[in-house]
């Protein structure tokens, strides 16, 4: 007990960015294996009876959360906004599972780091935001990293390939919703009412290709929904504690954490071409935080000058 509050009071001591690391790399390895037991349901269940069941623990870890909160903690003015990203949740979910169930996990993953090339589209389409050349020509050459990793014309494509670039456009398009709700809702409603939401919303279609889980896929299920609650826990405080730039990289340790549990539980061994391709696609979207933190940090700095003009006499 005593080695346990100093590991914690020794953490705590650790810098911000040095602990925003840490726990970007435990919300990696809580994915990894998050997608590791959602193979092992899809051998009994149907994706969207998995997104459900992911959905239902994860709002019944959060339901302690909820009860700290209050009902006042879910006012919101915004409703068809959380309606908006429930469906795209949703959509993106389905998309991923299907893809984890039936791709190679590492090739998955790989594909599905082309999040932030979509999110830099859609928040110069959505929300206005200036990009400039630079990080358009860091988005290009992150797509042609998917083009390594799929290999047009020396590998015959499927249509299960697109599925994690598709999944990857919709959660994309949830971050940029995301970003639309946060300018004026709590991360904590946002939050709550993304598992409020997706619960019921996934519950009908399950209906229609519902099967009684066995014990072990019960409690992988339950599995599942308390390493995503773990995940996006750690994700938003290592948000909190230092620049995207600064701790991006780390969330990267998804695919040699993947290709572990690859390896170990279903023989996977990822190739050379899918490490190169995510290489490509991790650096260029590393390099994108970078610039946003820098336009960010500009942007202010521009803004305090102004009102330091404005100021004199």
Same mark, same amino acid.
């Given at each position: 007990m005593q080695s346990t509050v100093e590991l914690s009071a020794r953490l705590r001591a650790l810098p911000a960015p040095v602990l925003g690391a840490f726990l970007m790399i435990g919300a990696s390895a809580c994915f990894a294996a998050m997608n590791g037991l959602i193979r092992v349901v899809a051998v009994e269940l149907e994706p969207v009876q998995i997104a459900f069941l992911r959905n239902l623990f994860a709002l019944l870890f959060t339901l302690p959360w909820l009860t700290r909160i209050g009902l006042h903690g879910l006012r919101t003015k915004r409703l068809h906004l959380h309606l908006w990203r429930g469906v795209v949740g949703l959509s993106a979910m389905l998309f991923w599972f299907t893809s984890v169930a039936n791709l190679p996990l590492s090739e998955a993953v790989a594909l599905n780091f082309t999040v932030p090339l979509f999110a830099t589209a859609a928040a &110069?389409?959505?929300l206005g935001e200036v990009v400039r050349a630079r990080r358009w020509t860091a988005t290009a050459i992150g797509f042609l990293g998917v083009l390594i990793i799929l290999r047009p014309g @020396?590998? !015959?494509l499927t249509p299960m390939m697109g599925l994690p670039i598709a999944a &990857? &456009?919709?959660? &994309?398009? =949830?971050?940029?919703l995301v970003k639309m709700l946060s300018r004026t809702e709590s991360s904590i409603t946002i939050v709550m009412f993304m598992n409020l939401v997706l619960t019921p919303l996934s519950f009908l279609p399950a209906l229609f290709v519902w099967? #009684?889980?066995s014990a072990e896929i019960w409690l992988a299920a339950a599995g599942i929904g308390f390493l995503a609650t773990l995940a996006h826990i750690m994700l938003t405080r290592a948000y909190g504690m230092a620049d995207a730039s600064a701790i991006i990289p780390f969330d990267y340790m998804r695919l040699p954490f993947v290709a572990a549990i690859a390896y170990f539980a @279903?023989? !996977?061994?990822?190739? =050379? #071409?899918t490490w190169i391709g995510a290489a490509v696609i991790a650096g260029s979207s590393i390099y994108i935080a970078w610039r946003e933190v820098a336009a960010a940090r500009e942007g202010r700095a521009s803004g305090a000058a102004g009102e330091s003009v404005r100021a004199r006499p």
């Open positions: &110069a389409i959505f @020396f590998v !015959e &990857a &456009a919709f959660m &994309a398009a =949830s971050v940029t099967r #009684w889980p @279903f023989g !996977e061994v990822a190739n =050379s #071409w």
